[in-house]
């Protein structure tokens, strides 16, 4: 299982980001999915999930509203659409998931919110 995730950067409040995890190595459309981040001091934390076929998926009460996940499975591809960025969403931002039993983790990319 290999998660390569993309996408982060350095963006103004109030800002958009699109983080994108390219997924390999499993069946990648029988999996649920999930976007993880950790700021610096912090446990990690849930920010959103996503069903196999992506027919529904679940939020951190911090982001709903302002974040949306979405998914290509015919890509191995999850996305995380970032809108309206806040200075706390400044974090590590992590893809996930859980196959045989075994949790798996990308690299993380950077998602900075400053001006």
């Known amino acids: 299982v290999q998660l390569v995730e993309s996408g982060g950067g350095l963006v103004q409040p109030g800002g958009s980001l699109r983080l994108s995890c390219q997924a390999s190595?499993?069946?990648?459309?029988?999996?649920?999915m999930s976007w993880y981040r950790q700021a610096p001091g912090n446990e990690r934390e849930l920010v959103a999930g996503?069903?196999?076929?992506?027919?529904?998926?679940n939020y951190a009460n911090s982001v709903k509203g302002r974040f949306t996940i979405s998914r290509e499975n015919a890509k191995n591809t999850v996305y995380l659409q970032m809108n309206n960025l806040k200075p706390e969403d400044t974090a590590v931002y992590y893809c996930?998931?859980?196959?045989?039993?075994?949790?798996?983790w990308g690299q993380g990319t950077q998602v900075t919110v400053s001006s």
């Open positions: 190595g499993f069946a990648f459309s029988r999996y649920a």
């Open positions: 996503i069903s196999s076929a992506g027919g529904s998926s």
């Open positions: 996930h998931n859980r196959v045989g039993g075994r949790n798996y």
